[in-house]
């Protein structure tokens, strides 16, 4: 969506928002003073709702984004789809329910870091947690100066106002045309975390959905919280100038939000070059970014390769390439033996896994641009529909290029650093991830559990601290931060609208938190069974989101069953098509 040079609206459209938009502003004041029971009780039925339709909207992603029939690829669509947005709903009521006196917090584990910052452990929070991602655990790590007893007071702040004494807000919402959840979950965190109604504008590229959220959602459509509308630039373009929308939050390029902010061509840089924003509203943002994962030298073996390939493939892969949080910066050891083999293990699993068409309009183009400006490439073939992996030499051709543009697409960047030991390595990777790559979003660190015992897990930490990233994956995938409801998810906390890097502010974070810096998600090393050996805990074999996961479509639907009602009759199913994925 291109703000900088969009037509004037028609006075037909134009009357139809203004009474979308008319009809919110008269009903904000209400919503926001609507007790915590009844926002629990939206929230109950919304799952009800979503599990009606919550087949058909996997189905219609999967058929639009050209997903073959079939594939075990359209459980994506029930991952990133309806579980996220119904696990989204399950994170809210928790905290809802234990609003009197920010009991939620209580339950928060805390402790103190080496540099003096506070950490509080959200994830695992309930016996389900540890069931359904056995060993998985986030941390989210405050700004510097939030102690331990002040976290409660940089929680559901919204709520801290009594209720017959809060003043609504509108709010546009910029939806995203990648991921379905996005959409509905940046609605969440205006309607319940800061107590505003909201206009969601969908993204023509998947405004397909417009019906599904229309019927997902109706309980707050029905109490005038939230209205859909689709339509192009033209709308997006009025409605972040509408004289009663006061807060605006988009999830996309970051030429779009200056666009917004600061106006189009000449007179958007002269804008910002003079420090007064076009527009004055209020803005939040989540934008892409070059995402780094950073491969730490230690003694993998073939089985860990074989794992890790399959993992930084999915980091690529998953979408189709169409994430802002897709790796497109792998750094990896110079010296190290095993660099060549697990380059070479990577090829093998693009090559018959993941495989679909390119759906995301553009992705000719960008991946043509991609191509002309590496100086060197080589190319992953994935079959006759997929489009081949673009493998670049970040050292080489217009390198700056390389390092600030999101391609958005099959592209990867290859960078190689020489180091006398993993420590130094890892220090000096993220030296350089910090200092050239554009964005903040989020980075992805695979390291052999021995090898940060060798370096100690206090200095590990430290280096942790240096990595400027929003979310931070150890033996993950950020994406999974995404998944995970009740992770703040945005860009690195500090950016400001002349260089907002990956955004401004959070969204989903369903314990409220605020004043957050960053999100530390990390994973076991090895999958079952071969942490038995280890004693570590494990994955299931092989995690749904996988692009390798044979039964992933399975597993999505049944996660968001399992979402919709949590049982333990449940679990036979979910952990049979696992081990067999």
């Not at 076991?524 to 570590?536: A, D, I, Q, T």
Request: glycine share 8%.
């Amino acid at each position: 969506m291109n703000m900088s040079w969009t037509p004037p609206i028609d006075a037909e459209t134009k009357a139809g928002l203004d009474a979308e938009v008319e009809a919110l502003d008269r009903a904000k004041d209400s919503w926001a003073r609507t007790s915590v029971s009844e926002r629990m009780a939206l929230l109950a039925t919304i799952k009800d709702r979503l599990m009606k339709v919550a087949e058909g909207w996997a189905e219609i992603a999967a058929r639009r984004k050209l997903i073959p029939a079939g594939s075990p690829l359209a459980g994506e669509e029930w991952i990133s789809g309806p579980y996220a947005l119904m696990a989204g709903c399950n994170g809210l009521l928790h905290t809802l329910s234990q609003m009197k006196g920010k009991e939620f917090v209580k339950h928060l584990p805390m402790r103190k870091l080496a540099n003096g910052q506070t950490a509080v452990r959200i994830m695992p929070h309930s016996i389900w947690d540890r069931l359904l991602l056995s060993g998985v655990k986030a941390e989210v790590w405050m700004q510097p100066g939030v102690t331990e007893k002040d976290v409660a007071s940089f929680a559901a702040t919204a709520y801290d106002t009594p209720a017959d004494q809060r003043a609504g807000k509108v709010a546009l919402v910029l939806g995203a045309g990648n991921i379905a959840a996005i959409s509905p979950l940046d609605a969440f965190q205006k309607l319940f975390l800061e107590n505003q109604v909201v206009i969601l504008k969908m993204n023509p590229v998947n405004d397909y959905l417009t019906d599904y959220l229309r019927s997902a959602m109706s309980p707050l459509i029905e109490r005038d919280a939230l209205r859909i509308v689709t339509g192009g630039g033209d709308v997006g373009a009025y409605l972040t100038d509408h004289p009663l929308v006061s807060d605006i939050h988009i999830t996309g390029a970051g030429a779009t939000h200056d666009a917004i902010v600061w106006g189009g061509g000449d007179e958007g840089r002269r804008n910002k070059a003079a420090g007064t924003p076009k527009n004055q509203r209020h803005i939040t943002s989540e934008l892409g970014a070059v995402c780094p994962t950073i491969v730490v030298p230690g003694p993998w073996t073939a089985a860990d390769i074989h794992f890790q390939a399959e993992h930084i493939a999915t980091q690529k892969l998953h979408n189709s390439g169409f994430n802002c949080v897709a790796c497109q910066a792998l750094i990896l050891p110079a010296a190290w033996d095993k660099t060549r083999d697990l380059m070479h293990e990577v090829g093998n699993v693009m090559g018959r896994a993941g495989q679909r068409e390119a759906y995301y309009p553009g992705a000719d183009k960008r991946l043509a641009e991609f191509k002309s400006r590496a100086g060197q490439i080589e190319t992953i073939d994935r079959g006759p529909d997929a489009p081949a992996c673009i493998v670049a030499d970040m050292e080489r051709g217009d390198v700056e290029w390389l390092q600030d543009n999101e391609v958005f697409a099959p592209a990867l960047g290859k960078k190689l650093i020489a180091s006398p030991d993993p420590e130094t390595y890892l220090r000096n990777a993220v030296a350089w991830v910090n200092d050239h790559l554009y964005g903040t979003l989020g980075a992805n660190i695979l390291i052999h559990p021995s090898t940060i015992r060798q370096i100690g897990k206090k200095r590990f930490e430290e280096i942790l601290a240096d990595l400027r990233y929003g979310t931070i994956a150890i033996n993950a995938w950020t994406g999974l931060g995404f998944l995970l409801n009740a992770v703040p998810w945005g860009g690195f906390a500090g950016a400001t609208l002349q260089d907002v890097q990956s955004g401004i502010g959070t969204a989903h974070n369903s314990f409220m938190l605020e004043k957050t810096e960053r999100t530390i998600v990390t994973a076991p090393w090895s999958p079952f069974p071969r942490n038995l050996l280890s004693g570590r805990l494990s994955l299931l074999p092989r995690p749904p989101w996988f692009v390798t996961n044979r039964r992933q479509d399975r597993l999505g639907k049944l996660l968001t069953s399992f979402q919709y009602k949590p049982s333990i009759l449940k679990l036979p199913r979910i952990f049979y098509n696992a081990l067999l994925g």
